[in-house]
């Protein structure tokens, strides 16, 4: 069975300032995908940002990117320029790329990035 | 644009009723997902269906729990004699099924059981 973890319960950063959040993760697969989803107070599941494993470039998406190393199994997300609004907590999850595998994402325990004016 | 929709956004219980939890998937998406979140914790996964089919219930407990999503209507999760233990936020997500198959989730419906 697929794991994800995310060591950082809780992270700060400074308004404008970067900020990395850590996601590993261990599976036997060699196709798959990778996401990383916000969760503001409102609760809402927002998808940020999306990797395929067979893809060797970084997935960016405007200030959010990520770096993805597929040997040590690591898939982190960076924030540039971090705003107000990107407080929330942060999900990593890892779904199978299998046809007829199962779908359903596995999910980390998740990072409470606070941002600090 | 309508996205997931689910509703009620908050439903209480007290012990022993039934829940009924609705989701409607995003326009063009034939693939639904039910994820439990308990508080201070990550989302659980616990059903995926298609139309008219449960296509994998292995993190559904095995019982008081159900799912189906019909050929016509929303998908629904039902609760039966409900127990404290059931208080939590429930997420649908939803997607079309081919490619990436990203998930889309609705803004989740947080059940409160007295």
């Known amino acids: 069975a697929q794991t994800v973890t995310q060591s950082q319960p809780e992270m700060s950063v400074q308004e404008a300032e970067t900020v990395t959040l850590s996601c590993t993760y261990d599976t036997s697969e060699s196709d798959y995908y990778l996401f990383w989803y916000k969760q503001p107070p409102s609760r809402q599941m927002i998808l940020v940002i999306r990797q395929e494993a067979y893809k060797q470039q970084n997935a960016t998406e405007n200030r959010f990117s990520v770096n993805f190393q597929k040997a040590a199994k690591s898939f982190s997300l960076k924030i540039s320029d971090s705003q107000l609004g990107d407080a929330a907590m942060y999900f990593c999850?890892?779904?199978?790329?299998?046809?007829?595998?199962?779908?359903?994402?596995?999910f980390g325990s998740g990072t409470q990035l606070t941002v600090l004016p | 644009n309508a996205g997931v929709m689910q509703n009620p956004r908050h439903l209480v219980r007290r012990r022993g009723q039934e829940a009924r939890l609705r989701c409607s998937p995003m326009k063009g998406h034939s693939h639904v997902y039910w994820y439990r979140q308990l508080p201070e914790e990550g989302l659980k996964f616990m059903v995926y269906?298609?139309?008219?089919?449960?296509?994998?219930e292995s993190g559904m407990p095995k019982e008081r729990f159900s799912a189906e999503f019909p050929k016509e209507g929303p998908s629904i999760l039902r609760i039966q004699q409900v127990v404290r233990g059931d208080s939590a936020a429930y997420f649908c997500?939803?997607?079309?099924?081919?490619?990436?198959?990203?998930?889309?989730f609705g803004p989740g419906t947080r059940l409160t059981v007295l």
């Open positions: 997500a939803s997607s079309p099924g081919r490619g990436p198959d990203t998930q889309y």
């Open positions: 269906l298609q139309k008219e089919n449960i296509i994998d």
């Open positions: 999850a890892y779904r199978s790329a299998w046809a007829g595998s199962a779908r359903q994402l596995t």
